[in-house]
Nanobody
Framework: QVQLVESGGGLVQAGGSLRLSCAASGIIFSIRDIDWYRQAPGKQRELVAAISSVGTTKYADSVKGRFTISRDNAKNTVYLQMNSLKPEDTAVYYC?????????WGQGTQVTVSS
Protein backbone atom coordinates (compact mmCIF):
# COMPACT_ATOMS: atom_id res chain seq x y z
CA GLN A 1 0.00 0.00 0.00
CA VAL A 2 0.99 3.63 -0.43
CA GLN A 3 2.84 5.08 2.56
CA LEU A 4 4.24 8.54 3.15
CA VAL A 5 6.53 9.15 6.11
CA GLU A 6 7.60 12.67 7.03
CA SER A 7 10.59 13.60 9.15
CA GLY A 8 12.72 16.61 10.01
CA GLY A 9 10.38 18.74 12.06
CA GLY A 10 11.36 20.32 15.35
CA LEU A 11 11.72 23.48 17.38
CA VAL A 12 13.68 26.35 15.86
CA GLN A 13 14.12 30.04 16.59
CA ALA A 14 12.76 32.65 14.23
CA GLY A 15 15.15 33.16 11.34
CA GLY A 16 16.35 29.58 11.50
CA SER A 17 16.07 26.73 9.01
CA LEU A 18 14.71 23.21 8.84
CA ARG A 19 14.58 20.60 6.11
CA LEU A 20 11.61 18.28 5.99
CA SER A 21 11.70 14.96 4.20
CA CYS A 22 8.88 12.75 2.96
CA ALA A 23 9.71 9.19 1.97
CA ALA A 24 7.19 7.40 -0.22
CA SER A 25 6.66 3.70 -0.78
CA GLY A 26 4.15 1.51 -2.55
CA ILE A 27 3.97 3.65 -5.70
CA ILE A 28 5.93 4.58 -8.79
CA PHE A 29 7.15 7.78 -7.20
CA SER A 30 8.70 9.43 -10.25
CA ILE A 31 5.40 9.90 -12.07
CA ARG A 32 3.57 11.54 -9.17
CA ASP A 33 3.05 15.16 -8.29
CA ILE A 34 3.81 15.70 -4.60
CA ASP A 35 2.60 18.44 -2.27
CA TRP A 36 3.44 19.80 1.15
CA TYR A 37 0.55 21.11 3.25
CA ARG A 38 0.47 22.53 6.75
CA GLN A 39 -2.15 22.97 9.42
CA ALA A 40 -1.82 25.38 12.31
CA PRO A 41 -4.00 25.07 15.43
CA GLY A 42 -7.50 26.31 14.74
CA LYS A 43 -6.83 26.83 11.05
CA GLN A 44 -7.60 24.94 7.86
CA ARG A 45 -4.98 22.84 6.17
CA GLU A 46 -3.25 24.88 3.47
CA LEU A 47 -1.05 24.12 0.50
CA VAL A 48 2.53 25.24 1.05
CA ALA A 49 4.41 23.94 -1.97
CA ALA A 50 4.02 21.48 -4.81
CA ILE A 51 6.32 19.77 -7.26
CA SER A 52 5.22 18.00 -10.42
CA SER A 53 6.62 14.78 -11.83
CA VAL A 54 8.79 16.85 -14.18
CA GLY A 55 10.00 19.20 -11.46
CA THR A 56 7.73 22.20 -11.93
CA THR A 57 7.22 23.92 -8.59
CA LYS A 58 4.72 26.29 -7.07
CA TYR A 59 4.49 27.96 -3.68
CA ALA A 60 2.05 29.72 -1.43
CA ASP A 61 2.65 33.45 -1.43
CA SER A 62 3.46 33.34 2.27
CA VAL A 63 6.52 31.11 1.73
CA LYS A 64 7.83 32.28 -1.66
CA GLY A 65 11.52 33.09 -1.49
CA ARG A 66 11.94 31.26 1.84
CA PHE A 67 10.92 27.64 1.14
CA THR A 68 12.18 25.33 -1.58
CA ILE A 69 10.59 22.04 -2.58
CA SER A 70 12.67 19.40 -4.33
CA ARG A 71 12.59 15.71 -5.07
CA ASP A 72 15.00 12.81 -5.42
CA ASN A 73 13.31 10.12 -7.48
CA ALA A 74 16.13 7.66 -6.84
CA LYS A 75 15.31 7.85 -3.13
CA ASN A 76 11.52 8.18 -3.52
CA THR A 77 11.78 11.28 -1.37
CA VAL A 78 10.55 14.86 -1.52
CA TYR A 79 12.09 17.63 0.54
CA LEU A 80 11.00 21.00 1.85
CA GLN A 81 13.86 23.32 2.72
CA MET A 82 12.55 26.05 4.98
CA ASN A 83 14.68 29.13 5.60
CA SER A 84 14.05 32.40 7.42
CA LEU A 85 11.38 30.71 9.47
CA LYS A 86 8.76 32.84 11.19
CA PRO A 87 6.52 32.10 14.19
CA GLU A 88 3.56 32.01 11.79
CA ASP A 89 5.14 29.00 10.06
CA THR A 90 4.38 26.96 13.17
CA ALA A 91 2.17 24.05 12.12
CA VAL A 92 2.03 20.35 11.46
CA TYR A 93 3.43 19.74 7.99
CA TYR A 94 2.07 16.94 5.82
CA CYS A 95 3.11 15.54 2.49
CA UNK A 96 0.39 14.48 0.09
CA UNK A 97 -0.07 12.81 -3.25
CA UNK A 98 -2.89 11.46 -5.32
CA UNK A 99 -2.72 7.96 -6.77
CA UNK A 100 -5.28 5.44 -7.95
CA UNK A 101 -7.97 8.15 -7.50
CA UNK A 102 -7.19 8.38 -3.79
CA UNK A 103 -5.58 11.01 -1.58
CA UNK A 104 -2.64 9.84 0.50
CA TRP A 105 -1.26 11.73 3.48
CA GLY A 106 1.66 11.23 5.78
CA GLN A 107 1.30 11.30 9.54
CA GLY A 108 2.66 14.83 9.74
CA THR A 109 5.69 16.40 11.39
CA GLN A 110 5.49 19.28 13.86
CA VAL A 111 7.36 22.49 13.13
CA THR A 112 7.49 25.05 15.92
CA VAL A 113 9.13 28.43 15.42
CA SER A 114 9.80 30.46 18.55
CA SER A 115 10.01 34.25 18.51
Amino acid sequence: QVQLVESGGGLVQAGGSLRLSCAASGIIFSIRDIDWYRQAPGKQRELVAAISSVGTTKYADSVKGRFTISRDNAKNTVYLQMNSLKPEDTAVYYCHLMAFRNDYWGQGTQVTVSS
